[in-house]
């Protein structure tokens, strides 16, 4: 069966810009996250649903950030106004019901890089 | 501050040989921990994970060895193979269906290069 999958591979893009990453979950998966992954670090978390809703969005860096999920699918990770140090790998999980990481499936991630 | 501290950085290690690779966990409302192995171009994929209530698990030729009192866990690969060559990363979450499930915590990873 189909895994995660998220859109684009690789985005390029100039300072300044709004960009939109896209994450399609694993079919019937209710939890969604979404994770950042800088060069040489480990993974940030930034944000998780449950359904559509998003009970904690403690880890967006900034106001730049926002992230919507609809019909308890697809979700979009928005940064507007994209600076340099958003460049990093931005990676979707899902999990069939919200819960720690035992249960959550990783996509290949989209690279974004700020020039 | 960070929760989870990796180390080392980077392993080389030949091919037939132990890697280890370490990591430690300051928060004791953690009760799963896994280890990802994280091939270029690809998402982290779930390699082993352990529960507090036991002290090692071990999956082939992957072991965890768990240390509850000292809050340490640590990843061993025996008989290390060239195919083994990627980034390790352990991490660190509290298990539930509530808001602080998704606040799992990653180590920083290890590269690890196995020489044939």
């Known amino acids: 069966g189909a895994g995660v999958s998220q859109s684009p591979s690789n985005k390029v893009t100039e300072k300044g810009k709004d960009v939109e990453l896209r994450c399609d979950p694993i079919?019937?998966?209710?939890?969604l996250y979404w994770y950042r992954q800088s060069l040489g670090q480990g993974l940030e978390f930034l944000i998780y649903?449950?359904?559509?809703?998003?009970?904690?969005k403690s880890g967006l860096p900034s106001d730049r950030f926002s992230a919507e999920r609809t019909g308890g699918s697809v979700s979009t990770l928005t940064i507007q106004r994209t600076q340099q140090e958003d460049s990093a790998v931005y990676l979707c999980?899902?999990?069939?019901?919200?819960?720690?990481?035992?249960?959550?499936?990783f996509g290949p991630g989209t690279r974004l890089l700020v020039l | 501050q960070q929760q989870v501290k990796q180390s080392p950085q980077s392993l080389i290690v030949q091919k037939g040989g132990i890697s280890i690779i370490n990591c430690a966990y300051e928060?004791?409302?953690?009760?799963?921990f896994p280890w990802y192995q994280q091939f270029p171009g690809k998402g982290p994929a779930l390699l082993i994970a352990?529960?507090?209530?036991?002290s090692e698990k071990k999956e082939g030729r992957f072991t965890i060895s768990f240390n509850k009192s000292a809050k340490q866990f640590s990843l061993h690969i025996m008989d290390s193979q060239p195919g083994d060559s990627a980034t390790y990363f352990c991490?660190?979450?509290?298990?539930?269906?509530?808001?602080?499930?998704?606040?799992?915590?990653f180590g920083d990873g290890t590269t690890l290069t196995v020489k044939p």
């Open positions: 999980a899902s999990s069939p019901r919200g819960s720690g990481l035992e249960t959550q499936y």
């Open positions: 079919s019937g998966h209710t939890a």
């Open positions: 649903f449950q359904g559509n809703s998003a009970p904690d």
């Open positions: 928060n004791t409302a953690f009760d799963y």
């Open positions: 352990i529960r507090p209530d036991v």
């Open positions: 991490a660190a979450s509290r298990g539930g269906v509530d808001t602080n499930a998704g606040k799992s915590t």
